[in-house]
């Protein structure tokens, strides 16, 4: 079965640089969400989309800004990158966002290494 | 404001015994989604098991069952017959909030199968 898929797996940057991270939802999954992990810790929620319409906002710092695309990927666009921002990011994916049943499917993440 | 607590930051268990992962949950909504994903040092989250706030019977999927106590607000994962493979994170979460439903996860049990 189709999975969730992350782009780069791996990335790399400088402090102050930019840093641009995609994800391509499960077909047929209209809703996508941002999460952050800090090393040795739980997921954090950055963002979601319903409809390529932001849905929710979470803990995500102003450099950070996300959108969702008419073929439903999306990405999180990160500026001005900082130490603290070096986490595992993951995209996950649903279907039926308002109900308490969807399950969100997780891609593998993009781990975000800031020197 | 929603919360999940995962008291066990470690567990050690032989292999094919049963292990049961503690999560304890707080929230003042009446409906709600409660769910366990498996995080390999790998990286991935992988959705294992999720039980609705008003599912009257515990949930099973596999060698996964969640024992549901909604008085005690638990939702323990019980794992039978436990594999080397199932050594990972594992982490309780949470569904919450409008629309398209973030997730609020616990701090993590790790846990290690010893052969």
């Known amino acids: 079965a189709a999975g969730v898929i992350q782009s780069p797996r791996h990335l790399i940057k400088e402090k102050r640089e930019t840093a641009t991270l995609k994800c391509y939802p499960i077909p047929r999954h209209d809703t996508v969400y941002w999460y952050q992990q800090g090393p040795g810790q739980d997921p954090q929620f950055l963002i979601s989309f319903y409809e390529k319409m932001q849905s929710d906002k979470g803990s995500i710092p102003d450099r950070f800004s996300a959108q969702q695309f008419s073929d439903y990927h999306s990405e999180l666009n990160m500026s001005s990158l900082e130490l603290g921002d070096s986490a595992l990011y993951f995209c996950a994916s649903s279907v039926r966002p308002w109900r308490e049943s969807d399950t969100q499917y997780f891609g593998p993440g993009t781990r975000l290494t800031v020197l | 404001a929603q919360k999940i607590t995962q008291t066990q930051p470690g567990m050690f268990v032989q292999e094919k015994e049963a292990v049961t992962l503690d999560c304890t949950y707080d929230t003042s909504d009446q409906s709600y989604g409660l769910f366990w994903y498996k995080q390999p040092s790998s990286g991935e989250m992988i959705f294992l098991i999720y039980q609705g706030s008003y599912d009257e019977q515990n949930a099973t999927e596999g060698r996964y069952s969640l024992n549901f106590q909604k008085a005690r607000k638990s939702a323990n994962l019980v794992i039978s017959a436990s594999q080397l493979g199932d050594s990972a994170m594992y982490f309780c979460?949470?569904?919450?909030?409008?629309?398209?439903?973030?997730?609020?996860f616990g701090q993590g049990t790790r846990l290690t199968i010893n052969p």
């Open positions: 979460a949470m569904s919450t909030g409008r629309g398209a439903q973030k997730l609020v």
